[in-house]
């Protein structure tokens, strides 16, 4: 990679408290990370936003039209040329952006990014690598996918877990990558028909572990787990459900007695530091893989925090070259 | 000759669309060209899902649109092409209208 600036297009329209916490990330990660954003959107929305109307880093590219969280994606991808969304993708294909952020529709995003950056061959579907925490251990799982794809072949699921691996290598330093597929027991012939006829398919596949269950998650056993979009978004929001409700639990306990208010005033800012690993908005974004360019979706709820830590990692993606290791790895087999 | 019907390589009959659709529609189902048949249903033979579909309308105004301005397929004719000869008509006929 040169030394020139990095540029990444981040659609300003998209996402719950879009444009305002998105612009203000935006201005963030200029200063921050060094980075030019290309903020695509309605400019009459994102202009008032910015100090004076303009700041050095950034630039504004006008789009007309927005993709709602409730569309179907395939068909705003296609018809909604004019969208921030698809602008971005569109900007990333023609190279005044090395990478896209999107905190918008995440089945649009995948489309979007897959019509107009083309797919990596070899690969059918693309899959959302995201990355969890273990707290016990010293680095963290990959989940893939995290809902890109919601209806998959045993062939798709094979082509995800050999794209983990290769991201695992670049993102988590991890040489020889382990891999589980997401069952509901570890026999190998436990399972619906898809995990069936998936796990056959990874025996293949170096470092396959075997069946992992839900339990497995967040205690590393595996570092990449492997399972269908529906699948890795149901066990995403089960765990951001499950921690929240464990976080309440403790600080309910803490709050329950007088010893126990006096323990809290020394536990409660260490479990607050520790549960920060656990943040959405610090992981930031998760990578889209499979498409032929670097595509970093974020959470729908994102914070000016998150859309910092969304285009760190893809600047991270663009600098340690993760579509070309991606490709070469495919094509090697 | 009014730009938007200018045709830049000639006329694209149905032999070459064949062509065409078969060898995109392979990249983007992975699978080989030869599994590819005129009688194909995209869906029952081929599995082919509605974004796969969409990725080859998007791929074939591309090219075919490089060789003859203007060239669209209607998102709404999507539903009633089942085959690949119907694809093909349906290609055909829109590039000589």
């Keep these: 990679m040169s030394t020139e600036r990095i540029t990444v297009a981040v659609d300003a329209m998209g996402g719950d408290n879009a444009p305002g916490e998105i612009v203000r990330g935006a201005l963030d990660a200029v200063t921050e990370l060094g980075v030019g954003v290309l903020l695509v959107g309605q400019e009459n929305a994102i202009a008032p936003l910015l100090p004076d109307g303009r700041v050095p880093g950034i630039d504004i590219e006008h789009a007309g039209d927005v993709v709602a969280m409730d569309e179907d994606p395939a068909a705003a991808a296609r018809r909604k040329k004019d969208s921030s969304l698809v602008r971005c993708a569109q900007a990333v294909r023609e190279g005044r952006a090395q990478a896209m952020v999107g905190a918008g529709n995440t089945g649009a995003t995948m489309a979007a990014a897959l019509l107009r950056m083309g797919r990596v061959r070899g690969i059918s579907r693309p899959a959302i690598a995201v990355p969890i925490p273990v707290p016990a251990g010293t680095r963290h799982q990959l989940l893939i996918d995290g809902g890109s794809t919601v209806d998959c072949t045993p062939e798709w699921l094979a082509q995800f877990a050999r794209m983990g691996r290769e991201y695992a290598r670049t993102r988590l330093a991890v040489d020889e990558p382990t891999v589980g597929l997401l069952s509901n027991g570890e026999e190998p012939g436990k399972g619906d028909e898809l995990r069936k006829r998936t796990f056959s398919l990874l025996e293949k596949v170096p470092g396959f572990h075997g069946n992992v269950e839900g339990r497995d998650l967040m205690h590393g056993t595996v570092d990449v787990v492997v399972t269908d979009g529906f699948t890795g978004n149901v066990v995403l929001k089960t765990l951001e459900g499950a921690l929240r409700a464990a976080v309440e639990l403790v600080f309910r306990v803490l709050d329950s007695t007088p010893e126990a208010k006096e323990a809290g005033k020394v536990v409660a800012p260490l479990l607050l530091d520790a549960a920060g690993a656990f943040d959405p908005d610090m992981t930031g974004g998760a990578v889209l893989l499979g498409v032929d360019g670097v595509c970093v979706i974020s959470h729908g709820s994102s914070s000016a925090r998150a859309i910092v830590n969304a285009v760190r990692v893809a600047q991270e993606c663009v600098v340690t070259g993760v579509v070309g290791r991606l490709k070469e790895a495919i094509d090697a087999g | ?97």
């Design chain 2, 1 to 97: 000759m009014p730009a938007e019907t200018h045709v830049a390589h000639g006329p694209i009959g149905p032999d070459e669309v064949y062509r065409i659709l078969r060898e995109r529609l392979a990249e983007i189902l992975e699978i080989d060209e030869d599994r590819i048949k005129l009688e194909s249903s995209f869906t029952a033979d081929l599995d082919a899902d509605s974004l796969a579909l969409i990725e080859l309308v998007e791929a074939l105004e591309e090219e075919l649109g490089e060789r003859t301005v203007g060239f669209t397929i209607d998102d709404e004719d999507l539903g009633d092409l089942r085959t690949v000869q119907e694809a093909v008509d349906y290609v055909v006929a829109r590039l000589g209208s």
